[in-house]
């Protein structure tokens, strides 16, 4: 790989093998030879005035203090915007922004805290999450039902009336919300059901549906 010496400004070659090993150690100068690395600095910092081999910065800090001043970046507040997490749009304000995350995206990604505002995207874009299997996904969301309707859990099958152990059945496949939703809606106890795993694979498949459950002699309505 090609390369531009420190000291005197000419281009050399070196390996990149070899080249990768230095950056590694911290070494973020190269010179084409040890008289070129022995020379003391004669060229002052443009920001700072500290001495440095570098043609105007001493520093990449230095170079964007004085960069940023002379070319700001100018934000236009009126055009609308598409979040990356729930794809709703928004609008840049003096209090928010974050130019590719809305505000309540933004906020609970920024803790790091899954509350029942949390937006479906944003869940699946989280580093815990990203990237996984669509099953995973769903897993996360599961586990977040089972901990805010800790209540239903309690109670019996409400189709068979089984009281050792149950399950918290989606009336509303979790797949169908769009991604702009909440956690809150889709575990929403209005959208959850008890039932034992036998009837909770029954009303998956559709063998039976909310309908049949007040006809069932044994069953519990709802």
């Keep these: 790989m090609e390369l531009v010496c ?9 390996l990149s ?19 070129c690395q022995k020379k003391e600095p004669t060229n002052r910092c443009v920001h700072c005035g500290t001495l440095t081999r570098n043609p105007k910065y001493c520093s990449s800090s230095c170079a964007a203090k004085v960069n940023g001043s ?17 794809e709703s749009t928004f609008f840049l304000s003096k209090t928010h922004k974050s130019k590719n995350i809305c505000e309540s995206c933004y906020l609970a990604w920024k803790s790091g805290h899954v509350n029942r505002d949390t937006k479906i995207g944003a869940l699946l874009n989280s580093k815990s999450v990203k990237g996984k299997h669509p099953s995973w996904k769903a897993a996360n969301v599961r586990m977040l039902n089972r901990k805010w309707n800790c209540t239903l859990l309690e109670k019996p099958c409400a189709r068979c009336g089984y009281d050792l152990h149950v399950e918290l059945a989606h009336i509303k ?8 939703a909440t956690l809150g809606e889709v575990n929403d106890p209005d959208n959850v059901i008890q039932l034992c795993p036998n009837c909770h694979w029954e009303f998956d498949n559709g063998i039976f549906s909310l309908e049949d ?10």
């Design 17 to 35: 093998r070899e080249h990768n090993k230095r950056l590694a150690k911290g070494n973020h100068e190269w010179y084409c030879s040890n008289d």
């Design 70 to 86: 002379l070319y700001p970046k100018r934000i236009n507040h009126r055009t609308p915007r598409f979040c990356r997490f729930c």
């Design 6 to 14: 420190f000291g005197c400004g000419t281009t050399f070659t070196r």
């Design 173 to 180: 496949a979790i797949s169908s919300f769009p991604i702009s």
């Design 213 to 222: 459950l007040p006809r069932i002699e044994l069953g519990l309505q709802v």
